[in-house]
């Protein structure tokens, strides 16, 4: 394997990595520590304190991995000699980026309103919405590790 083609995948891996796997952790630990101890005139500007900081890692993850992504793809020949799991990674990946920009633009600034108002009743549903599009990101993002790695075999 090249220099480049092997720095540009640890790029690719770091950033699905801290990407997924922040999801994980703000999905499975974060938010339920914060419910069962907070209120919501705590938990909520924490959430979105935290999603404010992990969202601009996820911003940059994800060009990391669209550049990295297409290099490879570029260096192996182009689209049209990959693999079918490399297609169904590239397309998931995209969807993915697509709930997040989602995310991001839509409930994400409902709450930062919401939160800075006081508002916790309008608040409220839109960390649950963002909750529920993140659980389904986490799971495409577990799929497409899966695909990496179980997706080549013959």
């Not at 900081?53 to 990391?64: E, N, Y």
């Not at 990674?89 to 800075?116: D, E, N, S, T």
């Amino acid at each position: 394997m090249p220099l480049a083609y092997a720095v540009l995948l640890c790029l690719h891996l770091l950033a699905a990595t801290l990407w997924v796997g922040g999801m994980w952790v703000m999905h499975v630990a974060v938010r339920p520590a914060a419910v069962a101890s907070l209120g919501p005139p705590l938990r909520l500007p924490f959430m979105a304190a935290t999603l404010k900081r992990f969202f601009a890692w996820v911003s940059a993850a994800i060009g990391v991995l669209l550049l990295s992504g297409l290099a490879m793809i570029w260096m192996a020949g182009g689209f049209g000699v990959m693999h079918w799991s490399v297609h169904a990674m590239f397309a998931l990946g995209l969807l993915m980026m697509a709930i997040f920009g989602h995310i991001r633009f839509g409930p994400f600034k409902r709450l930062q309103r919401a939160v800075a108002a006081h508002d916790w009743p309008a608040a409220a549903p839109q960390m649950n919405q963002i909750r529920q599009l993140v659980a389904l990101n986490l799971l495409l993002g577990i799929v497409v590790f899966v695909l990496a790695v179980v997706g080549r075999a013959p």
